[in-house]
């Protein structure tokens, strides 16, 4: 009961203040990515997982945030616990709360193969196939006109399984094989005429044989294989979980964007955070090079007009899912991972001045007259 009424009072409060301008003294408090961003033709925002209740500090953070994106609450786990039955309160939940604090919402995701319910394991092809069809003709009428956007297809590519073509394996491609990203895409618009559609996928920043130099030309087949259907392909999301561990070529992966838009769809970067595992203890030296990681990436890649949308998974390090798989892998260690914007008691670090950075530096390449931000690919609602 105290939870319900302590939600209420949250999104009153959000609601007011978004009413009232009150959010200036949160943007004043914590800094404000989203108006550095809009003067660069980028939409800002950050995935929200865990409810605003009780942290209000934390709903003040995303005063900034031009966008939200749901971490969770869309995917097929979090609204189809059990086959057939359906709990839309998670995702009711957090459109509600993106309406009230009038910031567009991105919803992640329609299909990934994944991270899927339990049920969805040893279905027939039939079943499977079935099961595809009517998810998205059960969700996606749904939230139409509450949504701006839809991650539709969510890591279609893990080459490890040895498909042709790179293609992950799972229930999808067991249901539809390489042609399932078309069939969701030609779907979900016959179904939200105006919901941005976005293909979201990982790795490719990373330069390494079988994960990024391999996804990469597979995404652009993709795409070109999506947009030569006739299908509507709005944008493509690279995620860039970028991990210190990993080698890059941030020249390369600027390169690749630059060819992605080639294909008119905007760009996305769409899941922004630094694993910092394998770095040393001290937070400073940490802080510092993740700042200096995304900087670096972030020069890259918003080089290229069509990149207009930056999300990060997340805003602050409390909430970050890096810290869950850290304290699974490190039990008992007092170190927590440091991958986002703001520390765990929501003060600023060296990756919110690298994002300001590369934001202000991109600024200049934005014509003062030009369209609406991310236009050609949909960054902006
Ligand atoms: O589904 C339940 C929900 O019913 C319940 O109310 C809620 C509250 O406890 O928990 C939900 O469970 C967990 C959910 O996170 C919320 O914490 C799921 O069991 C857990 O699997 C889920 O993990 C998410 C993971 O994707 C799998 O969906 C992480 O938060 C999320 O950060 C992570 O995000 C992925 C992107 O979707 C794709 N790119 C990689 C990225 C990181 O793995």
């Known amino acids: 009961m105290r939870r319900e009424a302590n939600r209420r009072r949250v999104l009153s409060l959000m609601a007011g203040a978004a009413a009232a301008g009150a959010l200036e003294p949160a943007r004043a408090a914590f800094g404000d990515l989203g108006a550095m961003a809009q003067k660069a033709g980028v939409l800002f925002g950050a995935a929200l997982g865990s409810p605003y209740d009780g942290d209000r500090d934390y709903a ?40 009230a604090m009038r910031k567009p919402l991105k919803a992640h995701c329609l299909f990934w193969q994944a991270a899927n319910p339990a049920w969805l394991k040893g279905l027939s092809t039939a079943r499977l196939r079935y099961v595809f069809d009517a998810h998205i003709d059960r969700v996606v009428p749904r939230y139409a006109g509450k949504v701006f956007a839809w991650d539709v297809v969510n890591e279609p590519f893990w080459p490890a399984s040895g498909l042709p073509g790179g293609f992950g394996d799972g229930p999808w491609y067991q249901a539809f094989g390489p042609d399932w990203p078309l069939r969701a895409f030609q779907r979900a618009a016959a179904l939200d005429k105006t919901a941005k559609l976005a293909l979201n996928e990982a790795e490719c920043d990373i330069n390494q044989d079988g994960l990024g130099n391999t996804i990469r030309p597979a995404l652009l087949r993709l795409v070109d294989t999506i947009r030569q259907a006739g299908a509507r392909l709005d944008a493509v999301g690279l995620e860039s979980h970028l991990d210190m561990s990993q080698p890059y070529d941030d020249a390369m992966f600027g390169d690749f964007v630059a060819r ?3 294909r008119g769809a905007g760009v996305w970067i769409s899941e922004l955070d630094v694993r910092d595992f394998g770095l040393p203890d001290d937070t400073g030296e940490r802080d510092r090079l993740t700042g200096a990681r995304v900087e670096s990436f972030l020069n890259h890649a918003l080089a290229t007009r069509a990149v207009n949308q930056v999300a990060t998974w997340g805003l602050s390090d409390k909430y970050s899912w890096l810290d869950e798989i850290w304290r699974r892998e490190h039990a008992g260690s007092t170190r927590r991972p440091r991958p986002l ?17 590369a934001f202000v530096k991109r600024a200049p390449l934005v014509k003062a007259n030009s369209a609406k931000p991310g236009s050609a690919g949909g960054g902006h609602p």
């Open 260 to 262: 992605l838009a080639e």
């Open 60 to 99: 003040g953070l995303f005063s900034q945030a031009r966008l939200i994106v749901s971490e969770w609450q869309f995917k097929l786990a979090s609204l189809a616990p059990d086959d057939g039955v359906y709990d839309f309160s998670n995702a009711d939940r957090l459109a509600t709360l993106a309406m």
């Open 341 to 357: 914007p703001y520390d765990r008691d929501f003060k600023r670090k060296p990756m919110w001045s690298a994002m300001a950075s």
